[in-house]
C-alpha cells in the first residue's frame, strides 16, 4: 500500500442501554433492554411522563389519540423490519418501564375564533406574531399548574402552518406555504405592473414588521421555540398532518421512535449512551449564527455547544461582534475572543457537570486561524491534552467494488493529512444503505492535538449516534455540530428580555 494513501474500517462504535447492556443499534436496544441505566447508579429514568398540549379541538384530540396509541405496540408496514422495527410502546410493562400521562388539566385549547383570525390579519409578519403569541401565552399557563408537565406538545393546525411557517425548497430558498386573499391580490397588482406604497418607498414598513425584527421574528418555529424557553418547560412542535398521517408522511411506527425517544430525553432520561468515551473528556462544537435584524446583517454570535461523555448537552451563547466578510465569508475570533469563548464554555461544563475535564475537543467547521488557534490555547493550558479539529463534508468520494457505496466507518487518509470518513453509508447490521443519495462523507481539513487519527475518527463515527431527537442508527454529522444551525436559528429569534435556556432539549 501507498505511504500516501492509507484506508482502514472504523468499528460501529457500541452503545449502552439498560443495565449497561450493549448495543449498535438505537432501536434494537431499547426493545430489548429499553433506556439506559444502572440498578446501582443515581442516573434519570423517569418512570412517567407528564404531556401538556396546546391546540385547536382537534388537534388537542388528534394529539391525546396519537399519545395513546404510541402506550402500545405500534406495528410496522415495511419489508425491512431491522431498519424499520415495530415501536414496541410506551408503557411501564414495555421495555421503557415509563407511561406517558395527559390530562384535562395540562391541556390548552384554542378557539375557532382566534384561529380564524389567523386567515383575516393581511400582513405576514403580524400573522406570525399573533400566531406566536397564541401558543406562547397557553404555554405559559400549563408551565404555572402544579404539578407542571414534562414536556409540552405544540399541535399546530393546518391554518398556522398555511399562513405562518415557511419551508426550505429543494434550491435552498424560503417558501411559504400558502398567501392570504389580501397577499394574493397585491401579488396580482405587482404582476400587472401597479406599485403599492412598499414599493416607491422601501425603508416603509408596518409597525408590526418592525415589531417582528425587533424580536428578530422571521420563522414561526424558531420564534416559537425561542419565547417558550423563557417558561421552563421544553416544548414538541408537531403538525396536524402528522397526527392524521397519510401518504409522503414516514410510517406509524417511525414516527412513534421519533417522538418517544425525544420525549423520554425531553423529560430528563437518556435513551442510551457510548460505551467506550472517555469520562473526563468534554466535547465542544463552535459555530455562529448572524444577528436577524436586518441592520445588524455584519453582527455574528459565536456559540458552544458543549457535551459530555453521557450526551448530555449544553448550549452557551457567545459575544456578539462583527464580521467583515471581505476577509472571507465564514467568521472567525479574535485571540481574546477565541480565549474568552473557549475558557467560558469549559467552566460551563464544570459547573452543569460538577467535575473538571482533563482533555477538551473542539469541532469547527471552518479552518482555525493562528489568532484563534493561540486563544484557544491558552484557555486549555491547564489541561491534560486537548484536539482542535476541523470537520466539513467532503467533496472527494470514493466508489466500492458492486453496487452498494462504501461502508459507514470507512477512512481513507490522503498524504498523511486530510482523512475522509463515511458517517454515512452502507451498514452491515441493517442489511441496507439507510438514505437516498449517494453518501457524502466528512473531511478532516485539520487536526491541532494530541490523540492519533484513528481516535479522532472514532470519536467522530460514536457523536454521530447521540442525536435524541430521533432513534435512528446514526446522523451524519457528530452531535456538537448536527444542530449548530438550528439552535443558532433559534438563538437568534430570542427576545432580548428572554435569557437562554443552557439545557440542549429545549432547542430541539
Sequence with gaps: MSDSFRAWYQEEPILLFGNSNPCIDPKTGLSIYGPYHLPDQDFPTPLEIKIGIVGSGETVSLTKRFIEKCSRKVLSRKENTILFPSFPGMSLNSPFKCKLLTSETWEETLTGKELEKVKDIPEFYERMIYAVNLFTERVSNL???VPPPNVIICALPMVVVNYCATYVDRFGGTKRYRYTTFERKIQKMREKGQKALADFFPEVQSLEMLEAKEKHFTNFRRALKAEAMKFGVPTQIMQEKTLLGGEGLQDEATIAWNFCVALYYKAGGYPWRLADVARETCYIGISFFMESISRFKSMHTSIAQVFSDTGEGLV??????KWDESRGKSPHLSEDSAKKLLSDAIKFYETNMHRKPTRVVVHKTSRFWPDELEGFNQAIENLHSKDFITIERGGIRF?????????????????NKNIILYTRGHIPYLKTYPGLRIPNPLEILEHHGDSTSDKICKEILGLTKLNWNSADFAGSMPITLAFSTKVGQVLSHLSNEVVPRPEYKYYM
Aim: no cysteine.
Design 316 to 321: 452557551m451563547k457567545g459575544n456578539q461582534f
Design 143 to 145: 408551565a404555572t399548574k
Design 399 to 415: 466508489l466500492r467494488i458492486g453496487d452498494r457505496p462504501p461502508l459507514r466507518g470507512t477512512t481513507i487518509q490522503i498524504q
